[in-house]
């Protein structure tokens, strides 16, 4: 099946420090998501793109859509303690019922 | 607002013994899915449903059976457990968006089995 290949797998930074994640696939999607778990719950979704080249921002977080339509970037601009986290990109793959894939995540560690 | 509630939230299990998973939506979704998140893997998908009385396998069924007789309810069931199956597991909702993308998750259940 399709596999995400998300980087880096994790990171350590200080607060007020930008952030920036990528994620990368063999594969051509229509759609690329970002998703956010905090420790001990489940993923929430921050962003959704639904087209190449395509930039979206939410608060703090802008994410693109990559033009070779295979990979998908993650940025976080001064972060914050609450940013602390694992990030995942997922993709539905074309189909539909929501059947997402996830790549591996990234777990993000902010130091006040 | 419950959302997605799972339960329960936390289990042991000896090898061979069964269990079930339960998983109740108040969103009125039609859409409902069971992962599970392992170390370094993310979240794979186990079984999903399209709607009531609905199953289908995702992309790790085996050892696992699933149930959907209510539309609100998805139940995830272990006949005999094995230690592979040490793993917290997710529960999640869809309606009908765009591509169903936007998933609501409940906050999960760790299993454990010995």
């Known amino acids: 099946g399709q596999q995400l290949n998300q980087s880096p797998q994790s990171m350590f930074i200080q607060e007020g420090e930008d952030v920036s994640m990528n994620c990368t696939s063999s594969?051509?999607?229509?759609?690329w998501l970002w998703y956010k778990q905090d420790p001990g719950e489940g993923p929430v979704l921050l962003i959704a793109?639904?087209?190449?080249?395509e930039l979206t921002s939410n608060g703090r977080l802008t994410a693109q859509f990559g033009i070779t339509r295979k990979d998908s970037f993650l940025n976080i601009s001064a972060s914050i303690p609450s940013d602390v986290g694992i990030y995942f990109c997922?993709?539905?793959?074309?189909?539909?019922?929501?059947?997402?894939?996830f790549g591996q995540g990234t777990i993000l560690t902010v130091h006040p | 607002n419950a959302g997605v509630t799972q339960t329960p939230k936390f289990r042991v299990l000896k090898t061979g013994q069964s269990m079930t998973l339960l998983c109740a939506q108040d969103?009125?979704?039609?859409?409902m899915y069971w992962y599970r998140q392992d170390p370094g893997m993310g979240l794979r998908l186990i079984h999903y449903?399209?709607?009531?009385?609905?199953?289908a396998k995702g992309e790790v069924p085996d050892g696992y059976n699933v149930s959907r007789l209510k539309k609100q309810n998805f139940l995830l069931g272990l006949e005999s457990a094995a230690p592979s199956q040490t793993s917290v597991y997710f529960c999640?909702?869809?309606?009908?968006?765009?591509?169903?993308?936007?998933?609501?998750f409940g906050s999960g259940t760790q299993l454990s089995v010995l």
């Open positions: 999640a909702s869809s309606g009908l968006t765009r591509l169903n993308e936007k998933l609501f």
């Open positions: 594969s051509i999607f229509n759609t």
């Open positions: 793109l639904y087209k190449a080249g």
């Open positions: 997922a993709n539905a793959g074309g189909t539909s019922y929501g059947k997402l894939t």
């Open positions: 969103m009125n979704h039609e859409y």
């Open positions: 449903s399209v709607g009531e009385g609905t199953t």
